[in-house]
């Protein structure tokens, strides 16, 4: 089988079963979810693989298994085993940025909404929860200001990946919440990842390319996503 052929069926199982967790979370079904959401970024991460993805790329699809996985129990020590992971991930993505450029305008326009989110959600936020939500929510921001040096397509990504934990915060913070809340939460996360892999993979000409194989890489409370 051919990696072009192999790059395609593992996006499009990807794909699907991305649209099954959806399902199962607009269908109330714990046990779908359950099933669906720990596939979603090992496939995500092999399709990368396949299409010669730095191991840095790789390694924050991982990482962000790893946190989906730690995120589906409701213990408070899972809670941050998990944030700790998806952390460890974006630490990846900026490792792999490097100095791609990037707009100041578009930097202050994140730092004042951080700002803004972080000092609306605090006086909410469980005692214990507001210093690492508040570390997590600056390395998140970071993450997608720096994506924007890509080009559209992984800028997009970065501010969906932001949008979705925003999502999570106010949840944590028991702020009001859209409709099955985890359905637009899982739907923005998945669509962020996967518009990252494929900015990383395609830069923009508005972007440094980044190297495309492993060895030409840098080297080194709803409850979230549940």
């Known amino acids: 089988m051919s990696r072009e052929r192999l790059a395609g069926l593992l996006g499009a199982a990807f794909a699907a079963a991305l649209a099954a967790d959806l399902l199962a979370l607009l269908a109330g079904s714990g046990t779908g979810h359950l099933v669906a959401k720990p596939l979603l970024m090992p496939l ?20 962000g298994w790893g946190g989906d996985v730690f995120l589906l129990s409701g213990a408070d020590w899972a809670f941050l085993v998990g944030m700790g992971s998806f952390a460890a991930g974006h630490v990846c993505y900026l490792l792999l940025f490097g100095r791609v450029r990037t707009s100041p305008v578009l930097g202050a326009c994140y730092a004042a909404a951080l700002v803004a989110v972080v000092a609306l959600l605090w006086p909410d936020l469980p005692a214990d929860l507001r210093i690492p939500v508040t570390g997590y929510a600056l390395l998140l921001a970071v993450t997608a200001y720096r994506a924007s040096g890509l080009g559209p397509v992984a800028g997009a990504g970065g501010a969906l990946f932001l949008l979705s934990d925003t999502l999570i ?29 494929t900015g990383v993979l395609t830069p923009s000409s508005a972007g440094r390319p980044l190297p495309t194989g492993p060895v030409a890489a840098p080297s080194p409370r709803a409850r979230p996503r549940s």
């Open 44 to 63: 995500l991460a092999a399709y990368a693989a396949v299409r010669g993805a730095p191991r840095a790329l790789v390694a924050a699809l991982l990482l």
């Open 169 to 197: 915060a106010a949840g944590v913070a028991g702020w009001p919440q859209p409709p099955v809340p985890d359905f637009w939460i899982m739907l923005t996360y998945g669509a962020a990842q996967y518009l990252l892999v």
